[in-house]
């Protein structure tokens, strides 16, 4: 067994009992590879042997399963799907609530679960009565004592993400969602991809201009609601280049967006938001990234503006130096190149790029 494919130490469902509960899974499926998402239980659902180790900080770097389940209560409609792989980053207990933050990694190959509804029921039951048995009689959903899960680790994270959605769309919930995958940012005009900082977030430098790939499916289509996919950003330290919103009138396709950064003068904190679902508010499920960003300044441009502007000044200051006894024409010439270079420094340079 590799190391990819080493057991979840910590297991963290979450549920269908609040929309924003069953958007957290939507979320985790989309999220790109070493981007961050955070789970919260009120610490009645977290097990005491978990409380302990985040108490701890043992937890830090814990390999997770992060999950789905529905009517765990059930004994025939039970629904528990393992969803994807992530790593706890940090983790505390605030106010009685447990916060943990995760940074997914690999995608989980489902390949072993059934399409049929029933048995994925039946399978699920069986799941969680062994997750209530090793945690005293009681039902947890976020726990350190768990069944071992037929789910492995592949390299097409793609054909995953498929798999997952379909067997997820099996149930009430996700039944008329729309599932989105969003790939690493890519450098708009090379193949070279950009990773996350360790603390889940992206940088990019105000010359590295980004594009998204967004992928959808959706196991139903209808011409009601309408369903729109976009791309929201600050507009002033990063906008989108491209067309911000999209119609969707498929059940899957895929798509990009084009990211611009500008840091003028200092770096910037800012975000891009991708969201799939119904213009409207309702009873269906959104799915919707959040990824903050870091737009660094140009250090190149930086040194290029101090450069620029100390050699204007040089040149503007040279007729004074050279007096009267030089020719008109040369301290013409030096001083009209001297302002032309400042005026390039400060108003060129140095004004946002918008």
């Not at 981007?35 to 814990?62: C, D, N």
């Not at 959040?290 to 040089?314: M, Y």
Request: charged residues 20%.
């Amino acid at each position: 067994m590799n190391s990819q494919d080493e057991r979840p130490q910590v297991l963290l469902l979450s549920s269908n009992l609040r929309r924003r509960y069953s958007e957290d899974i939507l979320t985790a499926l989309a999220l790109p590879r070493g981007a961050t998402i955070q789970f919260r239980y009120e610490a009645k659902y977290v097990a005491p042997s978990l409380q302990q180790k985040v108490a701890g900080g043992s937890i830090i770097g814990a390999r997770a399963l992060l999950g789905f389940i529905a009517d765990a209560d059930s004994p025939t409609n039970a629904f528990l799907l393992p969803v994807r792989i992530a790593e706890v980053v940090a983790a505390e207990c605030v106010a009685e609530v447990f916060l943990f933050r995760l940074r997914v990694t690999d995608h989980v190959d489902l390949d072993d679960y059934s399409l049929s509804r029933p048995e994925i029921n039946a399978e699920s039951r069986r799941a969680i009565d062994k997750i209530i048995e090793g945690n005293a009689g009681a039902y947890f959903p976020a726990v350190l004592k768990f069944p071992a899960l037929p789910i492995r680790t592949g390299e097409d994270p793609a054909q995953l993400w498929i798999s997952v959605a379909r067997r997820l769309a099996l149930h009430p919930t996700f039944e008329n969602s729309y599932f989105m995958r969003v790939d690493q940012p890519v450098h708009l005009t090379s193949a070279t991809s950009f990773a996350f900082e360790p603390d889940g977030r992206l940088s990019l430098s105000d010359q590295q201009p980004a594009r998204l790939p967004v992928s959808f499916y959706s196991q139903r289509y209808a011409e009601t609601p309408k369903i729109t996919l976009t791309c929201d950003t600050d507009g002033s330290f990063l906008r989108v280049s491209s067309d911000p919103s999209h119609d969707v009138a498929l059940r899957y396709d895929s798509t990009e967006f084009w990211l611009q950064p500008d840091a003028a003068s200092f770096d910037a904190l800012t975000h891009v938001t991708i969201r799939l679902g119904p213009q409207e508010a309702g009873n269906t499920s959104v799915a919707a990234i959040r990824l903050p960003v870091i737009i660094k300044h140009s250090r190149i441009r930086l040194f290029s503006r101090v450069a620029i502007s100390a050699l204007g000044a040089i040149l503007v200051a040279t007729p004074a130096i050279l007096g009267p006894t030089s020719s008109l024409a040369l301290r013409i010439l030096l001083a009209v190149t001297g302002s032309a270079a400042l005026s390039t420094a400060t108003i060129v340079m140095g004004r946002p790029r918008s």
